[in-house]
Nanobody
């Protein structure tokens, strides 16, 4: 089970940190990260961590503003979001995949309930 939390309402330019806790979970996945979905839009994979070496990848839309992190393979995964924009408004989901290439092609093994992020003044 993947449980995302930490969403909320924030003003443009503000920051939020999302958390993802995994429990009762098979560890046979190779990447874990975040995707988001805004109303009427397709899912957008935004960032993931590769389990084997901790390397991270980001979508161009969030590069330089968002940071994904985790302490080890069993710890929660965090998404620190800075310089938030109105276009970042979406439901954010934590998900796993067989690797970063699968992740960014939106081929996910599993995902949990999302957390709403609203950026508005």
């Amino acid at each position: 089970q993947l449980q995302a939390s930490g969403g909320g309402l924030v003003q443009p330019g503000g920051s939020l940190r999302l958390s993802c806790a995994a429990s009762g979970f098979s560890m046979d996945y190779y990447a874990i990260g975040w995707f988001r979905q805004a109303p009427g839009k397709e899912r957008e994979a935004i960032s993931c961590i590769k389990n084997s070496d901790g390397s991270t990848q980001y979508a161009n839309s969030v590069k330089g503003r968002f940071t994904i992190s985790r302490d080890n393979a069993k710890s929660p995964v965090y998404l620190h979001m800075d310089s938030l924009k109105s276009e970042d408004t979406a439901v954010y989901y934590c998900a796993t995949a067989l690797g970063p290439s699968y992740f960014f092609r939106r081929i996910f093994n599993s995902w949990g309930q999302g957390t709403q992020v609203t950026v508005s003044s």
